[in-house]
């Protein structure tokens, strides 16, 4: 029987993109990295870890914030090489910016314009030094 993590098709780092999502709203939340230990430390947890490439380790989302991600539905697509995450977001907040998305500009009239608010200064969601997740 073939394991469902060979399933999916990684990229030359071992690494496949993941999309996290609103499970309610449909609001896609942010990108992330996972690889083979993340999605089924992911799956088995019920809760969003991630593969931080700038850190070289496993990434739980929420581990220092709060801003826990529960996961609902994972989701891959026609070519099995992204993920999407329906999840539950903890906090309302996913982004290290303190907004409710990372996808918080919008491309209008030739330039990016941020259109949504921050909900927390993230200096007070994250520890001195630490600039986010």
Known sequence: MKDW????????????????????TGRILMMAWMNRESLALTVRENRAIYWSR???KLWRKGEESGHVQKVHELRLDCDAD?????????????????RESCFYRVFE????KVVDPILKDPDAIYRAGHPHE
């Open 109 to 112: 009239d030739g330039a990016w």
């Open 54 to 56: 700038s850190r070289g």
């Open 5 to 24: 993590l060979d399933e999916i098709h990684w990229n030359a780092d071992g690494l496949v993109p993941a999309i996290a999502q609103d499970h309610r």
């Open 82 to 98: 992204v993920i999407i995450l329906q999840v539950e977001q903890l906090g309302g907040i996913a982004c290290h910016t303190g």
